[in-house]
């Protein structure tokens, strides 16, 4: 069983977590820190903080695993994705199924941990068969990524429903923190995802599937990818417009943030991919956990 657990942990890229727990995290601490419109403080319980974290890591565990069920054959012609848990033979079609359901129960479970807020239990289906839904966009459209950017998205705006439901339904502008936060996590996603899919590109083109990096070439792609995270850090910087908390410590970070996403593309070219992974992830696993330090400290601060 040990085994069997560590082999599941590893299908689903359980570390890649750290791209999306950071931003449900920070909206939490924001949901907590800023007045409501009304100049409402709102109270942060552990059984919320709790409820945040469960949800968080079972949403994203059962649409990893059923992304690796619905690719799996697609994965088992792919050379780079042979060796995958499904395709190799490691794990079995029945043990990953039962794992996604488990997770999905495990999901719209933990929801209750809200409870009176009902927002988050009428939205746990729905916003589960969306993040699930991304696993077919390749079949039918180039833009995949931003499918996936806006799977991410949905952590911040959740954690802020989540703890701000009765405010945000008495002020609908409440939310728009979070929103711009979302925006800003869409299109860095987005991009990663773009310079992660170029290993990809001549595969996807022969399978006839749809991505960035198939339809308009490695360059092409780049370029794209690039525009992108442009977005991403003009949306971070219109951020403290809607949470007038931030100040200084947070533009110095999203200054760093900036840095790091154009030594991110200085990585990749279209004629060398090897440094791919490391972009794709170490680099983006500092953007995401910086952005929670150093804009949390900036909330704290003030």
Known sequence: M?????????????????????FALLATIMAWRLPAP????????????????????????AAMAFNRLVDRKIDAENP??????LPAGILSVAS???????????FIASTLLFWPNWLPLACSVPVLAFLCGYSYTKRFTS??????????MLAPICAWVAIRGEVVL????????????GLGVLFWVAGFDIIYACQDAEFDRDAKL???????????????AAVSHLLAVLAFALLPFTAPLLGIIYWLGLAAVAGLLLYEHALVRPSDL?????????????????????????LLWN
Not at 96 to 106: D, I, K, M, R, Y
Not at 143 to 152: E, I, M, P, Q
Not at 171 to 181: E, F, G, K, N, R
Not at 210 to 224: C, D, M, T, V
Request: hydrophobic content about 50%; glycine content about 8%; aromatic content about 10%.
């Open 2 to 22: 040990p085994e069997r657990i560590r082999h599941i942990l590893e299908m689903i890229r359980f570390s890649h977590t750290v791209f999306a727990m950071p």
């Open 38 to 61: 009304d100049g409402e403080k709102v109270a942060l319980t552990w059984q919320a903080g709790l409820g945040i974290v469960l949800c968080m890591v079972f949403a994203r565990s």
């Open 80 to 85: 780079r994705t042979a060796t995958r848990h």
């Open 96 to 106: 990953v199924a039962f794992f996604t359901l488990a997770c999905s129960v495990g």
């Open 143 to 152: 833009l995949a990524h931003y499918w996936l950017g806006l799977s991410l």
């Open 170 to 181: 008495r002020h609908p502008s409440d939310i728009l923190p979070a929103v711009m936060l």
């Open 210 to 224: 749809r991505s960035i990096p198939a339809k308009y070439g490695i360059q092409g792609a780049l370029r794209i």
């Open 274 to 298: 090897s440094k791919v992974n490391l972009a794709f992830f170490h680099v983006n696993t500092i953007i995401g956990v910086g952005v929670l330090v150093f804009t949390s400290i900036d």
